[in-house]
């Protein structure tokens, strides 16, 4: 409930008084006094009410800064010193909690302080709205909208340096949190006759200056223009360029920060700096006369220049734009004929294509705000909207466009009369509150002279605009005269009231407004009203190559037919202000009424008259006289209860009953006299001021009492707090410690337990094993002197018998088992199944023999076993090895070494020989091959040898030519009677072969002596052969000395150590008549051994 907690706070403190109805007495003088002690003292902000009266300053004040924006914040309207943040954030809470709209109506005339307000609104919604980054940007949009469009639209005027020069109304939506989402601007009528006239000491639009003072040289450079103001028509004006108050450099900065953070592109805004050169080179064109030979006027262009920059910078042909400025088509008898315009007409043409230019542009640029700050999210909105609009204004030369904006004004003034002096009187009859009516001036009677249908002023311009013949501004008005002369506020030279006032010229009117009189000059309203361009210009701007053009221009498109006539300016203006006006009454409105203190916009300099006379026309007198007629001040019961109630015992601290009969209860308490108040349905209304005050005074006495009692019970509450939080505290700690204490006393008892427990237990297991202990030995002790006893017992008993029969039995029984230990122990100990194995087992002394004879047996047992497992073929070569061990163990030396080597007999793998294959087809009983290798064969003769192949079949000895495989002899094993070789580590075999009479050559060549690597081998094998042919062994010597028949000479081989040349086979042999020495090598006399 917002209820006005230290409402009239600001009584405190304050400069004259704040609120105006509580001025007593109740005259203008005292309220134009009031204005003035409290302007003088910087406060600038006064109430009526809820309206907030400002006077501009014309300085900087520090009234705006971020602390006062706190201060202010979520306060109500009465509990700070007016400003506009109070009925700012009034109006912004009632949005939000109430989800009413609001509209904040800003008047007052030209330079009084509008648009600055504004700007403190929107910083005061920016500042007290919910954050964060969307909300942010948002709020910067619309902030920054501001210098945008003051730029476009704001031109400094006699009456202001930053002259609104069109309508502004912006609605700033919030979602329903409060936080603004977006917003809608909607302009109204820009004075565009600025753009190529403006009166002495004025300026055009901002925005040209700013270009040109603040852009870098480059953008001019491509803009084609220069620095110098004076270069252009449309800016040179007596003596305006420079303001004081206005830094066009810094400010063209601003603006286009302000662009950059709405979202303009940087296409965007090259092309609206491209319009804004294209007029101000449109107007340095100038013309000159030309007479036709027709008769009729025509005219040049005299500077081409700025022709064809106008046209480079619109994007169309120089001869087009010459054309369109200097011809026109008009239409004869269905007939399109150009026409050369005049001078005159010329100017006019370029004139009204630059002001049309700027206007559209205009329009758009606010479209494009639009577009950047509109909300999307389609959802639900709280409105709060901002009326900025021209003020009223009164030029020495006053034409259409000031009758447009004061006819707003008037509009305006009807809103607040409606709402605040209309609606104030209404509510007390609403209350049921015995009312006086208030006379106050209605200014609906100038309203309708204005815009009544028919016979309103702009009705007739417009019928006068439309009519056939040749209409003037003149005709105009004789219209005006003829229609209006019986009315109050309407006055003319033409009329018999007037016809002494001087004041009034030829071609004026003059209008009683409710801000006061203004005479209007009527050259140019017909024109202005009409505000047509002629149709060849606007397809000339069509076909420009400007991407803006055809969107600023579209009634210049060639295909669009339809030649309606547009709506008048007049009528247009109307409709939006009817529009407008529509738009405030459907929300809850909030006053700004700005006063502005002197005509020479300075700082602390208050005219009176001034003063007065906007006091006069904005009704602020009427306003704080229905304020307070009857009743100064009024509040709901509940609110003003709520303030008062400690005054009355009843009322204090609590009123149960009705909030009415409470306040009844309270004022006849204070014994306030009947008359001094008045009980409405839902409020108290009370008469006069003195009485507030006095109620107030009590108040604040005793507010001392109570402030006394309350600091007692708080105190007495505090302490009382604090003792019984201490008490809690204190009984915490110690039952913390008394647990704390139990806790420990209870594990040391716990530990004692334990160990006592312990020694109990171990002491009395100690006892028990004790006592098992001799328990058992008793036990055991009994058994074994029991068994004694029953041994004695028995041994009594049997030792008679025992010596003659058992005896032998247990003697012969102990035998076998002894025996059979033996054999069992014996099983398990066998040595291994090798037969050179030579270990056996050791045995008790009596079964030596047994053990002997087991261990020949078991080796014979294992041989056998070893031999099963040999083939026939393995067979054989054991016996031939067994041979050779029988022939050379320890008669040959080197024989130990051939020991591990087996026979592999064929060395020459003759069995793969194709010429070995071919002898044995011839001979097929040599095909089963015993020996086969290279030896050196030895003459018999001389003892020299030679390499011959020697190869023993079953059947034969066979020599054979080495290289051509060709047999040299061949002797059947069965004539070898004897082999000869030495002990000694040479490789000569002898083959003794038998003697035949009729035998082959060798048998008669003597015996065959040879070399061999395998002596050991050949001698066994042939050995053994013979044994199986013949069944008998032949001879083998083995002597250092032996003899050999050679021939029929027998010669005696003698073998000596001693041989140092390497010759082939490792012997030398030296033949003899009669002996043969063979001379070997045997480096290291090895001893023989064999297995
Ligand atoms: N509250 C203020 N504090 C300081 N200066 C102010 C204040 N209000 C207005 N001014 C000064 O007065 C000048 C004119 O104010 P402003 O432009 O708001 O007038 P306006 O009522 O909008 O006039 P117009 O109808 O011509 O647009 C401002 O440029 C500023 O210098
Ligand atoms: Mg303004």
């Known amino acids: 409930m917002a209820l006005h907690q230290g409402s009239l706070a600001i009584l405190e403190n304050n400069v004259g008084i704040s609120d105006a109805v509580l001025l007593d007495p109740m005259t203008e003088d005292v309220f134009i006094q009031n204005l003035k002690q409290r302007y003088q003292h910087n406060q600038i902000y006064t109430y009526i009410g809820t309206v907030v009266v400002s006077v501009n300053p014309y300085k900087t004040t520090n009234l705006y800064t971020p602390s006062i924006i706190e201060e202010y914040r979520s306060r109500n309207i009465y509990e700070l010193p007016p400003h506009i943040y109070a009925i700012t954030d009034e109006a912004y809470r009632s949005m939000r909690d109430r989800h009413l709209d609001q509209c904040i109506i800003i008047s007052g005339e ?128 007596e003596g305006n360029a420079d303001v004081a108050t206005m830094n066009d450099q810094e400010n063209f900065d601003t603006v286009m920060h302000g662009m950059e953070v709405i979202g303009f592109s940087s296409e965007e805004k090259t092309s609206l700096f491209q319009l804004i050169a294209s007029i ?19 005219c040049d262009l005299s500077n081409t220049a700025a022709l064809d920059d106008t046209a480079a910078l619109l994007g169309c042909p120089s001869a087009d734009l010459s054309v369109a400025l200097t011809q026109r088509t008009v239409e004869v008898r269905g007939e399109k004929v150009k026409r050369d315009l005049s001078v005159n007409d010329g100017m006019y043409a370029r004139d009204a294509l630059c002001k049309a230019v ?413 006592k098992l202990k001799r328990e058992k030995l008793e036990i055991e002790s009994a058994n074994v002197i029991r068994k004694f006893y029953l041994g004695w017992k028995v041994r009594n008993e049997y030792q008679p018998k025992f010596r003659r029969i058992a005896g032998p039995k247990i003697s012969r029984f102990f035998v076998i088992a002894l025996r059979k230990k033996y054999l069992l122990d014996l099983k398990t100990k066998l040595p291994s199944l090798s037969p050179i194995n030579d270990e056996w087992p050791d045995c008790p002394k009596r ?69 070995w294959k071919k002898l044995l087809s011839q001979k097929p009983e040599d095909n089963h091959i015993v020996f086969a290798d290279v030896v050196q064969k030895v003459h018999r003769a001389n003892g020299k040898s030679v390499e011959q192949l020697l190869v023993m079949s079953s059947q034969n000895l066979i020599v054979i030519e080495h290289h051509t495989m060709m047999v040299k002899y061949r002797i059947p094993v069965s004539h070898i009677s004897a082999m000869s070789v030495s002990p000694h580590t040479d490789k000569i075999i002898v083959f003794h072969i038998q003697k035949h009479e009729n035998g082959d050559g060798l048998s008669k060549k003597g015996d065959f002596v040879c070399v061999c690597e395998h002596t050991i081998e050949l001698v066994s094998k042939t050995s053994l052969l013979i044994k199986n042919l013949t069944d008998r062994l032949p001879e083998v010597h083995i002597a250092p000395m032996f003899k050999a028949q050679f021939g029929k000479s027998e010669v005696q081989l003698s073998f000596k150590n001693g041989l140092t040349e390497n010759v082939p086979g490792g012997v030398k042999i030296v033949r003899k008549k009669h002996t043969m020495d063979i001379l070997y090598n045997s480096p290291t006399q090895q001893t023989s051994s064999g297995s």
């Open 280 to 298: 101000l080179k449109l107007g340095n064109i100038e013309f000159s006369h030309r007479g036709n030979d027709d008769g009729t006027d025509g």
């Open 847 to 915: 079964f030596q023999s047994a053990s002997d004879q087991l261990k020949v047996m078991y080796h014979a047992w294992r041989c056998r076993k070893y031999r099963r497992k040999f083939s026939e073929a393995e067979k054989y070569k054991m016996k031939e090895k067994l041979m050779a061990s029988e022939l050379f163990k320890d008669k040959k030396e080197g024989y130990a070494r051939t020991v591990p080597q087996p026979f592999r007999g064929d060395y020459q793998n003759l069995l793969a020989n194709a010429k």
């Open 358 to 770: 700027y206007s559209r542009m205009f329009s758009w640029l606010v479209a494009r705000i639009n577009d950047s700050i509109k909300v999307t999210s389609g959802m639900r909105t709280e409105v709060m909207g901002v009326l900025d609009i021209y003020g009223f204004e009164v030029f020495e030369q006053n034409s259409f466009e000031q009758f447009i904006i004061n006819y707003c004004n008037e509009k305006l003034q009807q809103i607040f009369i409606e709402l605040t002096l209309k609606e104030e009187q209404e509510e007390y009859i609403k209350e049921g509150i015995e009312w006086l009516h208030i006379e106050y001036f209605n200014n609906a009677v100038i309203c309708d002279l204005i815009e009544k249908s028919n016979i309103g002023i702009l009705a007739l311009l417009d019928e006068e605009c439309l009519r056939p013949g040749n209409p003037t501004d003149l005709t105009f008005l004789e219209k005006l005269n003829h229609a209006c002369q019986n009315h109050l506020h309407y006055e003319n030279k033409a009329l018999k009231k007037c016809q002494n006032d001087k004041t009034l010229a030829h071609g004026t009117f003059r209008l009683k407004h409710y801000a006061g009189n203004v005479t209007y000059k009527v050259d140019g309203f017909l024109d202005k009203n009409n505000d047509l361009l002629f149709r060849h210009l606007s397809q000339a701007m069509y076909q420009c190559k400007h991407c803006l053009m055809k969107g600023l221009f579209p009634e210049g498109n060639p295909s669009q037919k339809s030649l309606k006539r547009p709506a008048t300016a007049g009528s247009q203006f109307k409709i939006s202000v009817t529009e407008l006006m529509k738009n405030l009454l459907s929300k809850n409105p909030n006053y700004i009424r700005c006063i502005k203190p002197n005509g020479s916009k300075s700082a602390n300099d208050f005219d009176e008259n001034l003063v007065r006379h906007q006091v006069r026309y904005l009704g602020l007198m009427e306003n704080v006289r229905v304020k307070r007629a009857g009743y100064a001040f009024r509040q709901i019961y509940l609110q003003f209860l709520y303030r008062y109630k400690m005054l009355a015992g009843p009322t204090w601290p609590r009123w149960a009953g009705k909030p009415k009969e409470g306040v009844k209860i309270l004022l006849e308490a204070q014994k306030v006299p009947e008359d001094e108040y008045a009980f409405g349905k839902t409020k108290l209304f009370i008469r006069n001021p003195k009485t507030l005050f006095d109620m107030e005074e009590k108040r604040r006495q005793h507010m001392h009492v109570l402030a006394t009692s309350i600091q007692s019970v708080y105190k007495g509450w505090k302490q009382k707090t604090l003792y019984v939080l201490m008490r809690k505290s204190q009984i915490i700690i110690s039952a913390r410690f008394r647990g704390y204490w139990g806790q420990k006393v209870y594990k040391k008892t716990k530990q004692a337990t334990l160990v006592l427990q312990c020694f109990a237990r171990g002491w009395k297991a100690r006892a028990l094993l004790k």
């Open 110 to 237: 030209s330079g009084a302080g509008k648009t600055e307000a504004s700007k403190v609104i929107m910083q005061y919604v920016a500042e007290v709205s919910g954050k964060g980054e969307n909300i942010d940007t948002v709020k910067e949009q619309l902030l920054q909208s501001n210098p945008v469009l003051e730029a476009f639209g704001n031109a400094k005027t006699n009456k202001n340096d930053n002259s609104s020069r069109f309508g502004k109304y912006m609605d700033i939506e919030f979602d329903f949190k409060g936080d603004p989402i977006g917003g809608v601007i909607t302009n109204y009528l820009l004075e565009k006759s600025r753009v190529a006239v403006q009166l002495p000491g004025e300026r055009n639009f901002h925005i040209f200056y700013q270009l040109l003072q603040g852009a870098k040289l480059s953008t001019l450079e491509s803009l084609k223009l220069t620095r110098e103001i004076e270069d252009y028509n449309v800016l040179r004006c």
